[in-house]
């Protein structure tokens, strides 16, 4: 199911909150869709990769950035997690608002949802 919320008098944003089963057992991972101001992408590379590692998540584990190669604007983070509570469990910490300060400077828009994986080959 996915809300809209208001975050001030201008801006809104998508949350898609997960089915229970996707908290239970397996790893998922967050994808988070990104919008920057396509002159400072590079910069918001560098700055995103050094605090995403100055946080050090519990729980998190793989991590990629991926600037768009048609769209300057766009980047698609995938973060692995031991699942989505485990993401979750940041949320208003000190850490993560430290982390969000960091980088919400840079974001024009963002949506972030939660997924499973699901092998396309078969071996």
Known sequence: MCSEHRLDAWETRSFCEPKARDTIGAVIYE???????????????????????????EGSHEGKILPCIEDASKLLVIIEWDGVEAHRQHRQTPKQNRFRATIDPFMKDWQVQHYEVQQLINR
């Not at 994808?31 to 998540?57: G, K």
Request: proline share 4%.
């Open 31 to 57: 994808l988070v869709h990104l919008t920057v101001d396509p002159d400072r992408r590079d910069e918001f590379v560098r700055v995103y990769r050094q605090a995403w590692n100055e946080a050090s998540f």
